[in-house]
């Protein structure tokens, strides 16, 4: 049985994206392009599949270190307790980048974790159990002008354990950035609609992702609404939302926390 203790991963890990923070800007900087990351708390973690949920408050890791063209960007979901709930190991690279229109292209291997009860030697445990997947995706994007752009997004999944086997996930998506609303604070808004299945079930759902952050300064507010339309998915409710605070940290530490797709 795995015991997770809340203070033993956060507290190294909050020393880990400190001392990562100083070393983008002394030890990192001459090797990468850039180094940056997010550190949000949530109090119901939604999935990058936002139909999908935790159903509990969250903590969530995402860093993201640039070399040119490619970025290594792990991403560690953990249940507040302490439990790991996904690790997300992301290769991406942008394979066009153009004034207007850009095209990325990316893959990564990923560990999801569930709790599962078994009787051993008379006695119920909990054992954390994770499974594999292997997933694929292409993100093409046109900039229409500074604040706004549309573009679409599509994940191909494969799971290699019991449970869930393949996934498809294809979004039409729009992008507001940099909002104003004063000299001090902006908004980001990104409406978006999808598809998607799972093995032999289907569904379509609405999204919306907003953020609202003040200028030159780390921490910023988000939230993401998703409903279904039509579906044949379950269990996953037919409307979930979330609230996050980010902290945001690296070598553009003066940014507003935005979803990654």
């Known amino acids: ?90 290769y991406r690279y942008k394979a066009i980048q153009k004034e207007r229109f850009s095209l990325r292209i990316g893959a990564h291997p990923a560990l999801n974790f569930r709790t599962v009860n078994v009787i051993r030697n008379g006695f119920a445990e909990e054992l954390l159990e994770s499974r594999r ?3 694929a995706e292409i993100v093409p994007n046109y900039k229409i002008s500074n604040k706004v752009s549309i573009g679409m997004y599509y994940l191909r999944g494969q799971g290699f354990d019991d449970g869930l086997k393949t996934t498809n996930f294809l979004v039409l998506n729009s992008a507001f950035t940099n909002l104003y609303i004063s000299e001090q604070f902006h908004l980001n808004i990104s409406p978006q609609v999808y598809y998607l299945t799972t093995d032999d079930d289907q569904g379509y759902y609405v999204a919306g992702f907003i953020s609202f952050g003040k200028k030159d300064f780390p921490l910023s507010i988000s939230c993401i609404l998703n409903k279904a339309i039509d579906t044949e998915i379950a269990p996953e409710d037919d409307f979930i939302w979330n609230i996050s605070l980010n902290y945001c940290f690296g070598s553009t530490n003066k940014r507003t926390s935005k979803r990654k797709i």
């Open 133 to 135: 997947y292997l997933a």
């Open 1 to 90: 049985m795995i015991n997770w203790n809340l203070k033993n991963i956060i507290v190294p890990l909050l020393i880990f994206l400190r001392t990562s923070s100083v070393q983008s800007q002394e030890d990192i900087k001459p090797f990468l392009d850039d180094f940056r990351g997010t550190a949000s708390i949530t109090q119901n973690g939604i999935s990058l599949i936002p139909s999908f949920s935790l159903g509990d408050p969250a903590l969530i890791f995402d860093i993201k270190m640039t070399k040119g063209r490619s970025s290594f960007e792990p991403d560690m979901r953990f249940a507040l307790e302490g439990k790991p709930w996904a690790f997300v190991f992301w």
